[in-house]
C-alpha cells in the first residue's frame, strides 16, 4: 500500500500508535497551512515520504490509497475526488453523511474500479468475531442493550456558546454519529438491518447531544444509548432465554466479554486500529472484492439506519 493520509487529528494520532507494525510502502501526509508543523512532525517521526497541503496534488502522486481523517461533512467531497483519480479510500466513521452520499460514492468507485473501505475497527477486532461465532450457542435473543456515554471535552464549551465541530449541526455532528454509530455496527455485523428504528434525542443547537435509538428486529429489540452530555459505566449486553453476554468495554474496542459467566479474552495487545488497518491492506493487495462487498454492505446498513433515525427525530444537516 502507498497511503496518502487526509488530516492531522486525535484519530490520526491513534492510527500512528500501530502504524509502524503495518506492512506500508509509502506514506505521504495532508495537512492544512496552519498545521503543517503537526504534519511534519508526525511525518518525521514515522519516516514519511513527504507532507503535502495541496489535496490534488497529493492525488496525482503515486499512492494508491488514501485514508480520509476529517470531521464528518467533508467525507463525502474528500472520498468523490479520490476516487475520480482512481485511489481506494479507507474513511473514518461515519462515511458518508446520508444514504444520497453512499449511493453516489459507491457508483463512482464501482467505475472507477476502486475500493471503498470504512475504518470501523469493530469488524475486524478478534474478539468481536468470536463472538459472532458464540452466539449460536445462546436460545433465543430476546433483548441487546448497548450503552456508550462519554461526557464530551467540548460539551462544556457547547452550553456556553462554542460550539466545535463535534457539536456543529452543519458539519454533522452529534452523538448519533459520533458515538451511537459503533453500537449500530456492532449490532448490523451480528444481526444485519432491523425492520424499524426510532431516535429519541435530547437536541440543543440543532444537534443531538445525546439519544436512544431503538431498533426494532421483529423477534427481538434493541436499545443503543450514545451520549456526548453526560456519564455512565459501560455496560452492553444481549439476552436470550438462555443466558447472557455482557461487555463491559466500548462494543468497538472490545477485547473480552462474558458469555454465560464464561470469560473469553483476546486482548493481543495491538490497537483496535491495527486490526483493520491489516485487513484493509490484505483486502486491497489480494483484490478480495467478496470482503470489500460485506464490508461495504454494513456501510450502507449504517448510512440507511443514520438517515432514517435523524429524520425520525427531526435533526436536518446541509447535505440532505
Known amino acids: 500500500m502507498k497511503l496518502g493520509i487526509i488530516g492531522t487529528g486525535k484519530i490520526v494520532a491513534d492510527l500512528m500508535e500501530t502504524y509502524d507494525l503495518l506492512p506500508i510502502e509509502k506514506t505521504y501526509i495532508l495537512s492544512t497551512p496552519r498545521s503543517?508543523?503537526?504534519a511534519q512532525k508526525i511525518a518525521d517521526e514515522h519516516h514519511f515520504a513527504g507532507v503535502y497541503t495541496s489535496y490534488e496534488d497529493l492525488l496525482q502522486s503515486d499512492i494508491d490509497t488514501v485514508y480520509i481523517a476529517l470531521p464528518n461533512h467533508l467525507h463525502y467531497d474528500y472520498a468523490l475526488q479520490a476516487i475520480n483519480a482512481h485511489k481506494h479510500v479507507i474513511c473514518e466513521k461515519p462515511f458518508v453523511v446520508n444514504s444520497l452520499q453512499f449511493d453516489t460514492l459507491v457508483q463512482a468507485a464501482k467505475e472507477a474500479h476502486v475500493f471503498l473501505l470504512e475504518a470501523m475497527t469493530i469488524h475486524a477486532m478478534p474478539a468481536y468475531q468470536?463472538?459472532?461465532k458464540d452466539l449460536s450457542s445462546l436460545g433465543s435473543i430476546k433483548i441487546v442493550?448497548?450503552?456508550?456515554?462519554q461526557y464530551s471535552s467540548r460539551y462544556d464549551a457547547?452550553?456556553?456558546?462554542?460550539?466545535?465541530?463535534?457539536f456543529d449541526v452543519h458539519k454533522a455532528g452529534g452523538a448519533l454519529y459520533d458515538l451511537n454509530v459503533y453500537n449500530i455496527n456492532?449490532?448490523?455485523g451480528l444481526f444485519g438491518a432491523p425492520q424499524k428504528v426510532n431516535y429519541l434525542a435530547n437536541i440543543a443547537h440543532g444537534i443531538d447531544t445525546s439519544g436512544i435509538l431503538t431498533m426494532d428486529y421483529g423477534s427481538f429489540k434493541a436499545v443503543l444509548i450514545g451520549a456526548k452530555d453526560c456519564a455512565a459505566p459501560l455496560m452492553n449486553t444481549i439476552q436470550s432465554d438462555d443466558g447472557s453476554i455482557l461487555i463491559d468495554t466500548p462494543v468497538s474496542r472490545m477485547t473480552h466479554y462474558n458469555i454465560k459467566n464464561q470469560l473469553k479474552d483476546y486482548d493481543e495487545q495491538h490497537h483496535a486500529m491495527y486490526y483493520e488497518f491489516k485487513e484493509f491492506i490484505r483486502i486491497i493487495h489480494e483484490n478480495d472484492e467478496k470482503k470489500a462487498e460485506e464490508l461495504l454492505s454494513y456501510t450502507e446498513m449504517e448510512a440507511d439506519i443514520l438517515t432514517q433515525a435523524r429524520q425520525s427525530a427531526g435533526i436536518v444537516?446541509?447535505?440532505?
Open 130 to 132: 468470536a463472538l459472532k
Open 36 to 38: 503543517v508543523e503537526k
Open 317 to 320: 444537516f446541509d447535505q440532505d
Open 145 to 149: 442493550s448497548l450503552n456508550y456515554s
Open 158 to 166: 457547547f452550553k456556553e456558546g462554542t460550539i466545535l465541530p463535534a
Open 186 to 188: 456492532f449490532m448490523i
